[in-house]
């Protein structure tokens, strides 16, 4: 076989195998991880049912790289939005105003699996570390965007990381449209609350000092 030809089969098989591991994502979405099967994510892929137990070893195995290849795509989501960042400069509530816009594109089967999944990996430690790898790298682009406002306060970033995963939440829990601008609303008030704490804070401490 020439190379040219084993270069294409295998270009075919990572294809195919993102094709379940998207479908994976897409059932877990649709119906909970209790709805992965081979048969079903065969199914939905639209490939043979042995090609589920030709990549993965087994259910777990292809759920487990599910998750991995979806953290992976948030990651590369935050990576987008962390060079937004950098080229947002100074400009107060640019990279809120950012970030909202990211939150309103983002579909609601991928914020369905996003949930499905933290809830699936805390039950499995090995999966675990996917999760905390973006809850970190989330936590990490909002102290930078607090930081551009005037927040240094470490226990800030962890705050507003869990508003907004409280409003995804909500989001898919509700049947009401979604106002995006009382997310961003949140998110000002928030910043606007650590600034004020942090400066009452210090003049409680100036205030208490010996003369």
């Known amino acids: 076989m020439s190379e040219t030809s084993t270069r294409s089969m295998r270009a075919r098989g990572r294809a195919r195998r993102e094709l379940l591991l998207d479908a994976t994502i897409a ?10 099967t081979h048969r079903s994510v065969a199914a939905a892929a639209g490939v043979p049912h042995s090609s589920t137990t030709y990549f993965f070893d087994s259910l777990d195995d292809m759920i487990g790289e599910a998750v991995a290849h979806a953290m992976a795509a948030e990651m590369e989501r935050l990576e987008q939005f962390r060079a937004v960042l950098e080229t947002s400069g100074n400009r107060p509530g640019a990279a809120i105003d950012e970030f909202v816009e990211i939150v309103r594109t983002q579909s609601q089967e991928h914020t369905v699996a996003q949930f499905e ?25 909002a102290a930078a965007v607090l930081r551009t406002n005037g927040v240094t306060d470490p226990r800030a970033a962890a705050a507003v990381v869990a508003l907004i995963d409280g409003f995804a939440l909500h989001r898919i829990a509700r049947s009401e449209e979604v106002q995006f601008q009382s997310l961003a609303h949140a998110l000002r008030a928030a910043m606007v609350g650590f600034v004020t704490l942090a400066a009452t804070s210090s003049l409680g401490e100036t205030d208490a000092s010996p003369a």
Not at 117 to 141: G, K, M, N, Q
């Open 117 to 141: 999944i933290y809830l699936f990996a805390s039950r499995h430690p090995a999966l675990r570390v996917h999760v905390e790898r973006i809850l970190d790298e989330t936590r990490s682009l």
């Open 27 to 36: 059932i877990i979405a649709e119906g909970g991880i209790a709805a992965v």
